[in-house]
């Protein structure tokens, strides 16, 4: 309510959801370009629909190595078809380590788990 004003239970669900639907788009594509690109720093990533518009553009900025890994510490997301921007920055990062249970989701019941071990 405090960005919204007065919010309807439709307006936080879909405002959850976005900010959910951010961080798998900057998390899980960073996931992916570490483990596919250890030594090279990825500088950018977009996302274009049929007529080549850009949906989303991500820019990863300043690089660390942790655990001889190069991770960028800066991540910038926008999609300017819906007028949003977002930029996240790392001040602690972490390899391997445990996800904290705030950020633990409960899956949907349509979901099976796939466990790899």
């Known amino acids: 309510e405090i960005l919204f004003g ?5 307006n936080l669900d879909r405002a959850v959801r976005f900010v959910i639907i951010c961080l798998l788009f900057v998390f899980d594509p960073l996931a992916v370009l570490m483990l596919v690109a250890v030594n090279v720093s990825i500088k950018e990533y977009q996302r274009k629909n049929k007529e080549g518009i850009v949906e989303l553009s991500m820019v990863y900025d300043q690089y660390s190595t942790i655990n001889g890994i190069s991770m ?3 991540v910038s997301l926008n999609s300017p ?8 920055t790392a001040q602690n990062i972490s390899v391997n380590e445990p996800i904290p249970p705030i950020m ?3 899956l949907p019941n349509s ?3 796939l466990r790899m071990d």
């Open 6 to 10: 007065d919010a309807d239970d439709g």
């Open 104 to 106: 633990r989701f409960p």
């Open 111 to 113: 979901i099976t788990p």
């Open 81 to 88: 078809l819906r007028g949003v921007s977002v930029t996240i």
């Open 72 to 74: 960028p510490t800066i």
